[in-house]
């Protein structure tokens, strides 16, 4: 079993007992006289889907990677597979915030040992501190030190580092660099206890919006390197005036270097930060790339160029500028990443973050930094020439339903590139994380045999030069990093509705195939008609409203087209959830985050009509039989409406709570059976858990087992003749787990184990309609899982 730190949870104290220990009371278990099955996991593939901030290249043993991401654990590389395996699946609801990875480290001297720094906000939004978690297995098992701070993985910044690093020179020694003020940090032990390091000076000043709670933080201290050949430490903080400090003595006493704020501090009367670091240990050089803003958002700033790239002479206390001189689209918005390439030592590479039109700029120098070469160029005016080609065949969703319109290809190098990595044991292989995926090629010392993209002519016109393209691909396949919202099993075909990514219908769950084109920024709801599942309809945030946020299939997904706008409600963001009835003879919407009334459509939303009888923001389902019955529940109000949505009645029903209420649906097969899940209220003396009506909501029967719920949903039955399979994210004994009913909830068995949690995992679940056993689960953060019975 891996190692953690819980917090104890308090409840009844025998099915409290047996949950900490990983199993059920019987009671809950027994499953009508059926035993709890085992289950195997998986992902539903998007491959990426979010931000990969940091990629870590052991320097000793070939093949050895670590991958992490914002708000979706970090994963290893598999060399024989060409794919990633998650490391953090294990951590539970009690600690989500350690699914937010700010900084990682693997170990040169004892490949083995390797370290993660989680933690995902610093303001109020994470309850916890953060923890500096240690492994001596390659990620397999992990021990967790926890930190009386918070850290921000999903904060500004979070492409800035490593924060974590491991001293060559004495291994046990880990450093740690934090925000928020609290300084340097160090360990001694391989991790598992950490002292402030009281003699460095400088815990960072850097805010970059103190009116924004989110931009509010002090960045704080940024990365640690370690120059071998003097034996120096070098710290980057957050501090324009004083940016960078080292050690001459093992740490022990901290100076500020030299030269340092003229060279770090500003571009072009901008203000910027030392955001990255390369040593080059052959030829004694430290590389320090800065930006005006810690990404990873950020564009270029008013004026100017918004950062540099500066070498310092590790040896003589020489500062050289290095700085590209040229972005074939004007000024340099900042720089993400930084790599060297350690076989061939005076051969380094840089990115541009947020080069957003037509797209980011990788830099090459083969010179220490005298020349570069560059990723794209142009002939005369916008005609574009690159020196490779992007293969997105591992993740065709990549294009984002677009076209190219030149010179922006719809498939490109990416944006918010900050982790960039060249293999240092191969000249031929780098990666980059974007803020969607992870590229990759094995072909990377071609760009140097093509030469110049551009030349001139006599006439002084840029003309291009043949260039022989090497390819550049996917190199994601095993991370699953989306926030998945809502999922739809129609049977062979599942859809979905994910944040920042929009949703897909996978009907191979292997490959996901087609991205639902419909405009969305993040898909917010999805919904099918029971009875003609070719009808799918779904809703998600969009920019502007001229399509409207709704989005209709009439053939099970392959192909969507965008339902009108409703007046009044605002363009941007206002997803909220959607219905559509048992038979797809209307579709009913409620927007989210808005004044506007539910609305409904009888023609596949073409036209609207507001919804009578009901508030905004009441959420709306269909009864799964009968076409004419609807349900929605808002403030503790239970309403049904038996005319097909035009209007809704209260049902007179009592005891639900008036918040807190995550979901609720009704059961396939069963007319009238609508089940509730919900956190409870306080406030009204309502604890939360599961209800299950029979009478279409008019009367209600609290699951007694579960103190707090958030999602039910419905599967194939056990038995031909039997009840649908029930399953529900929720809690018992104070233990969040994946829970299952055969015979209509009168016993439960949790499906999902501690190795499979998922950190907050199943705020949408449902089962497949055709495999029993199978359930679906949305996450925030690791994707699209689904567990099976297994054989």
Partial sequence: MRRRTFTASVGAAAAAAAVAAGTLPAWAREEGGRGGDAYVWRNAAVNGGGFVPGIVFNETEPGLIYARTDIGGCYRWQEDSRTWTPLLDWVGRDKWGWSGVVSMATDPVEPDRVYAAVGTYTIDWDPNNGA??????????????????????NMPGRGMGERLAVNPADNAQVYLGTPSGNGLWRS???????????SFPNPGNFVVDPSNPTLADNQGVIWIDFDQIGGKIYVGVADPA??????????????????????????????????QSAVDNTNGYLYVITSYDPGPYNGAPASGDGGRIMRLATQTGEWTDITPAYNPRGVIPGFGGITVDRQNPGTLMASTCNNWWPDEILY????????WSLSWDYAEGQDRHDRFAMDSSGSPWLSWNGEDQLPQYAVKHGWMIEALAIDPHDSDRIMWGTGATIWGTES?????????????????????????????????????????????????????????????????????????DTGWSTGTSV???????????????????EKGHVGVSTDRGKTWKNAAPVEGVPGDGHGGTVAVTADGSR??????????????????????????????????????????VLYAFSGGVFYRSTDGGATFADTGATGLPTGAVEDFRAVPGHKSHVWLAGRGDEKEGIGGGVWRSKDGGATWKRIAVFETAES????KAARRSGYPAVYTSAEIGGKAGIYRSTDGGSHWSRVNDDDHQWAWSGSAITGDPEIYGRVYLTTNGRGIVYGDIAD
């Fill in 242 to 275: 004083d940016p960078l400090y080292v050690s001459e003595d093992g740490g022990a006493t901290w100076q500020a270097v030299p030269g340092a704020a003229e060279a770090l501090g500003s571009a072009d009367g901008n203000r910027t930060i030392p955001k």
């Fill in 188 to 198: 001694v032990d391989h991790g598992r206890t950490w002292a402030k390091v009281e």
């Fill in 587 to 628: 579709i009913l919407w409620t927007p989210g985050d808005s004044e506007v009334t539910p609305v409904y459509s009888a023609d596949l939303g073409e036209t609207w009509t507001p919804v009578q009888g009901l508030p905004a923001g009441a959420k709306i389902r269909s009864d799964r039989v009968r076409a004419s």
């Fill in 364 to 371: 090459r120098s083969t010179d220490s930094g005298a020349t």
């Fill in 132 to 153: 500096v978690l240690y492994s001596d297995d390659r990620g397999d098992t992990w021990g967790a030190a926890e930190l009386p701070f918070k850290q921000g993985g």
């Fill in 527 to 545: 919904d099918f008609a029971q009875a003609n599942p070719d009808i799918v309809v779904g809703t998600g945030n969009v920019h502007g409203n």
């Fill in 444 to 516: 990377l010392t071609q760009w140097d045999a093509q030469g110049d993209l551009i030349s001139e002519d006599e006439a002084g016109q840029r003309v291009p030069l043949p260039v022989e393209q090497f390819t550049v691909g996917v190199r994601a396949e095993g991370i699953e990093e989306t926030a998945s919202l809502d999922l739809a099993a129609l049977g062979g075909t599942l859809v979905s509705a994910v944040g920042d990514v929009g949703g897909f219908v996978h009907t191979d769950l292997d490959r996901a195939v087609p991205m639902i």
């Fill in 712 to 715: 039910v949903g419905f599967g």
